[in-house]
């Protein structure tokens, strides 16, 4: 008997008909982002560096430069991000991420965050790469004393941010947004560190759960500035894990951080949004965990780091969206093709059949390479047509 072959369907349909885990004409291609020096590769350099930006205003005002970069980053995220999203529509993707990240220059070698991080300034082959050091916020006392984030305006900041991003691409790629960097998970335990975060945990739970929930009042206003803007998409971003297991007891989880993602993807699907989860790590034992969260997909599912796609398409592939799989320590940094193609082929073959998986990298850095990231599209291409694993 023939098999009936999907029609052919755009990047949105595509990507919403795969999130409700049915079967799209093909499985979707995503990326969480592309760091700036490959998206140069792909684009071409800009006419003035980061670095030469920020060299320039440095001799011209060597008392004030630190205060009017950061009066001028809004401008220069919105740049940054619009590049990324047009490099990632050159490789053929189906969608990609957007999101505000608030800094503040101290100066050219470092920046901080309303959060109480501090980050190091790299080069980036001449743009800037910002790497966590450590936190500011060393105690409750500490804390009590400390700015707090201004919901209100980084909400209007971000709306007017994601409405110009959005306008310029919304008909060649599908725009997600995101909390990366300052999602409600990691800002809490890098603003005082992980020692200090541990600590109190224990001794102090209450102090984490006002952290949590503080974080949480942002996002969800995020969430709302974002979908306004015409997205309707969001993902929650945190590493929960590590290769052995999750940074937190799946009990304090529970208590801690359940309420305050129920709220997140709440507000989601209020809107008649999507919200799925991205971390990095071993979640295999706290997938229900993310179930009962209520996020629609969860993203990353690292091989590297222990998590098994089959027994996860088994346990939880008719409840949440897969996206990810696709190594990046090694497939998508030192790869070659036919290893990118074989690392496609096999995840589409694992947890394509039936809908809900996406093709994605597991993270980004900037070792991995646009011509591997090319290969992973095209494989998906030719493996990934409905109907899979039927004679497709």
Known sequence: MAVKLVDKMDFRERVLKTLDLEEPDMVPTHIIGIDANNVDKILGKPDVSDFELMALMKEQDPEHYAEKLTEGLAALETEIFSRIVEAAWKLGLDATQIGIFPLIFRSDKEMTDP??????????????????????????????????????????????????????????????????????????????????????????????????????????????????????????????????????????????????????????????????????????????????????????????????????????????????????????????????????????EIAGPGGGFIVSPTNIHPAVRPENLRWMVEATKKYGVYPIGRGG
């Open 115 to 348: 959060w109480g991080r501090i980050w190091e300034i790299r080069n980036n082959e001449g743009n800037i790469f910002p790497f966590y050091k450590k936190g500011l916020i060393t105690s409750p006392e500490v804390w009590e004393e400390w700015p707090k984030p201004n919901i209100e305006l980084l909400a209007e900041e971000a709306h007017k941010f994601a409405s110009e991003i959005y306008k310029k691409f919304k008909d060649k790629i599908y725009i997600m947004a995101t909390d990366d960097f300052i999602g409600i998970f990691e800002s809490t335990w890098q603003g005082m560190g992980i020692v200090e975060f541990s600590k109190q945990i224990t001794k102090n739970p209450s102090y984490i759960k006002e952290r949590f929930e503080l974080h949480t009042d942002l996002v969800c206003e995020l969430i709302k500035a974002y979908f306004d803007a015409g997205l309707e998409f969001f993902v929650e971003s945190g590493d929960l894990a590590y290769k052995s297991g999750t940074f937190m007891r799946p009990d304090d989880m529970r208590k801690l951080l359940l309420p305050c993602y129920r709220r997140i993807t709440k507000t989601a699907h209020n809107l008649g949004g999507k919200c799925i989860l991205h971390s990095d790590g071993n979640l295999m034992e706290v997938l229900d965990f993310i179930m009962e969260s209520g996020f629609d997909g969860l993203h990353s599912l690292d091989p590297v780091a222990g998590m098994n796609l089959s027994k996860i398409k088994q346990q939880v592939g008719d409840k949440l969206c897969l996206l990810g799989n696709i190594d990046i320590s090694y497939v998508l940094s030192q790869g070659s093709q036919k290893e990118v193609e074989a690392a496609v082929k096999e995840a589409i």
